[in-house]
């Protein structure tokens, strides 16, 4: 519980989205330079990763996850405490920081408290809690805004869950001998990518962030473009909260049972192409409900593919899972795609551009179904 428990403070990094929307309005900028918030914070999982692979195998994983929460709260708090368009930059580097080392270390951590067989359906379960607090994060913001206190009230909140989270996993003992002995380096973990299904698999994921932070960020802003009658942030960011990220927590907890009983590979062309139909016909939709309808559709079919590719790599390769999870975490630095959406949506003028370069990502990730055995 305490290891699962990790997963709801990865879920951290999903406030970018929100804060990305309320930053824009609150210091009035366009989308590129609100969207350099998530360069401030996903840019890290590209430098860092590889160093926390090395940290990992120095100190353990679960010393290498209360290093994550340190960063994390610190990064929580500064917001709360001086709020300024420079202070965010700074709180989301750090937030960053900690989400890069703790996506590294807890993905291993989990297999050592499950069995090999469990390990993709307890993935799952994992994403299930992340997206709880994807979906808890935009909520606490439109209510401490709607209560006059400012929608920045959220970072203290998930500071404080975040403290809980450290001294539970810090009392906690963990078994992990074995992984404390293997030796990594660059050299080594990026000898990885010589492996054709690591290189498929690490290019899947870097698609799958971008995707993924990429509806986080534009969704909100496409609503209120496309639907007049959704006249605020917080009204649009809630519904991203409640038709994505809560979804996405049904459909990782149905997918944690089902990937129990059934082929991965099934479960995950089926996933595909649920969120392509999704993508592709929410472009033609002009009405609130039906972009809804879209983005669950989208959700449902998002939601566990995180834990299929990364649960696929981790078993493809078991002895070297540290240098496995930091190179596929490098990954996670497509979500600066968000940058580029940004930039794109501006050239545009409309946030139909931004979708639809997403819906054209999403065909490598239909491609990469022939490669999940």
Same mark, same amino acid.
């Given at each position: ?11 951290? &990094? ?42 990992? /195998? ?19 708090? !500064? ?9 965010? %930059? &700074? ?5 960053? *920081?900690?989400?890069?080392? *703790? ?7 989990? =297999? ?85 299904? $690591? ?8 698609? #799958? ?6 509806? /986080?960020?534009?969704?909100? @802003? ?23 990220? %809560? ?13 129990? @009983? ?19 016909? *929410? ?7 039906? $972009? #809804?309808?879209?983005?669950? *559709? ?12 990364? =649960?696929?790599? !981790?078993?493809?390769?078991?002895? @070297?899972? /540290? ?31 931004? &979708? ?8 490598? $990730? ?8």
């Amino acid at each position: 519980m305490p290891v699962l428990f990790g997963f709801f403070i990865m879920g951290v &990094v999903d406030l970018t989205g929100t804060a990305i929307n309320y930053v824009k309005v609150d210091f009035e900028l366009n989308d590129t330079m609100a969207n350099l918030l998530s360069l401030s914070c996903f840019l890290w999982f590209l430098v860092l990763s590889i160093p926390t692979g090395i940290l990992m /195998n120095r100190i353990g994983r679960k010393n290498t996850v209360l290093v994550s929460f340190i960063f994390t709260i610190t990064g929580l708090l !500064l917001p709360f405490l001086t709020y300024s368009f420079v202070s965010s %930059i &700074v709180a989301f580097t750090l937030i960053g *920081i900690g989400n890069t080392i *703790i996506q590294v270390a807890l993905n291993p951590l989990v =297999s050592n408290v499950v069995s090999k067989e469990k390990l993709t359906g307890s993935l799952t379960m994992g994403q299930f809690i992340k997206a709880l607090a994807s979906w808890l994060g935009p909520n606490v913001a439109a209510w401490m805004a709607a209560a006059t206190l400012g929608w920045k009230y959220v970072f203290p909140i998930f500071a404080a869950i975040t403290l809980l989270a450290a001294l539970w996993l810090w009392i906690t003992h963990i078994n992990e001998e074995e992984s404390k002995k293997n030796t990594a380096s660059f050299l080594a973990t990026f000898s990885l990518l010589k492996d054709t299904k $690591i290189l498929l698999f690490f290019i899947g994921i870097l698609i #799958l962030v971008g995707v993924d932070v990429g509806i /986080n960020a534009t969704l909100p @802003k496409y609503i209120m473009e496309k639907c007049p009658e959704v006249t605020s942030v917080s009204e649009a960011d809630q519904m991203k909260s409640y038709f994505y990220f %809560i979804v996405r927590a049904i459909g990782a907890f149905i997918g944690g049972i089902l990937l129990m @009983k059934i082929p991965e590979r099934r479960f995950y062309a089926v996933s595909v192409f649920l969120s392509f139909a999704g993508l592709i016909l *929410i472009l033609f939709c002009n009405s609130l409900w039906s $972009i #809804l309808a879209c983005v669950v *559709i989208i959700a449902l079919g998002y939601s566990n593919l995180f834990a299929v590719i990364f =649960s696929k790599a !981790l078993k493809h390769i078991p002895e @070297k899972a /540290n240098e496995v999870s930091s190179l596929l975490i490098v990954g996670v630095s497509g979500g600066i795609t968000a940058l580029l959406l940004g930039v794109v949506s501006d050239i545009f003028g409309t946030q139909w551009a931004a &979708v639809s370069i997403l819906a054209l990502m999403w065909l490598y $990730i239909v491609f990469l179904t022939k490669h999940i055995t």
